[in-house]
């Protein structure tokens, strides 16, 4: 059998023993950046950091200038700093008293994988919105974020008026 295929599916095998699946390329080098734990806390305590004050300009330095950002699989990522600067921009708009906390589940290679919970009220419905989700994020070697994909719940509460 190939050798090639063989390293293909033991990767793949590993990936799905913990439970999460990596895109690997063969295009790419086998050795890359590493990331770290230490690393990857400082990225997500930003990337709340940037949340908890709507700041898409801030969001975007946490980006390579080519990076992808995936909040639904079903539809095309949002690209590069304009991209994600626009998606940011929109989806933050309304909210106010945002709260993030995020928990990282493991780093593999350049690789983080973390769990992560937002809540904010939603102006002018007054709504109360809880989100629960997980990212895998892919690094450079400048430390940058070239690939976000996400998956979330949400959660509303609506305002004890129109309960």
Known sequence: MNTSLNVARWLLAAAVTVGM?????????????????????AWLT?????????SADKAVTLFSADATYQD????????????IH?????VTENQRNVKFASKILGVSGATGFAQWTAEFD???????????G???????ADGK????????????????AAK
Request: some cysteine; overall charge negative; glycine content about 4%.
């Open 145 to 160: 974020c070239r690939s976000l994909r996400e998956w979330w719940h949400l959660k509303t509460d609506e305002p004890a």
């Open 21 to 41: 699946a990596t895109a690997l390329s063969a295009a790419e080098p086998a050795a890359q950046t590493v990331l770290s734990q230490e690393a990857l806390a």
């Open 86 to 90: 626009k998606y940011w921009s929109g």
């Open 46 to 54: 930003s990337y709340g950091e940037a949340w908890e004050t709507r």
């Open 134 to 140: 997980v990212f895998v994020l892919e690094f450079d």
């Open 122 to 132: 939603v102006e002018p419905s007054k709504s109360h919105i809880l989100l629960n």
């Open 72 to 83: 639904d699989p079903y539809q095309a990522p949002h690209l590069g700093h304009a991209g």
